[in-house]
């Protein structure tokens, strides 16, 4: 079992910032396409970032590019999410998720791509 954690949510004001970070414990965790996922009140859960197991590969969905910048750090563990220049409409919890999979490094973009979840955490922009 991959047991992914988020951290880092809390609330902030338009324009501001905040960094997400995913653990996910285990030697393999390298070898995994991981991705970023939000979902808000009422609506489906949307695709926000994803990157290679080595890091060196990243996909954006365009309502967050130039934005946003997803990271990993293969040594801990662990996956970030830099926000910036948030927006209320950046609101939603915010998901971080594992493919263990045989992607063979394919990023996916859709939630079905994506077999292990962490429990999400807030964020909330305010105006």
């Known amino acids: 079992q991959v047991q992914l954690v988020e951290s880092g949510g809390g609330l902030v004001q338009a324009g501001e910032s905040l960094r997400l970070s995913c653990a996910a414990p285990?030697?393999?965790?390298?070898?995994?396409?991981m991705g970023w996922f939000r979902q808000a009140p009422g609506k489906e859960r949307e695709f926000v970032a994803t990157?290679?197991?080595?890091?060196?590969?990243?996909k954006y969905a365009d309502s967050v590019k130039g934005r946003f910048t997803v990271s990993r750090d293969n040594a801990k563990n662990t996956v970030y999410l830099q926000m910036d220049s948030l927006k209320p409409e950046d609101t939603a919890i915010y998901y971080c998720?594992?493919?263990?999979?045989?992607?063979?490094?394919?990023?996916?973009?859709?939630?079905?791509?994506?077999?292990?979840w962490g429990q999400g955490t807030q964020v909330t922009v305010s105006s």
């Open positions: 998720a594992a493919d263990g999979s045989l992607s063979l490094g394919y990023l996916g973009n859709f939630a079905y791509d994506y077999q292990h």
């Open positions: 990157i290679s197991g080595s890091g060196d590969s990243t």
């Open positions: 285990g030697r393999t965790f390298s070898s995994f396409v």
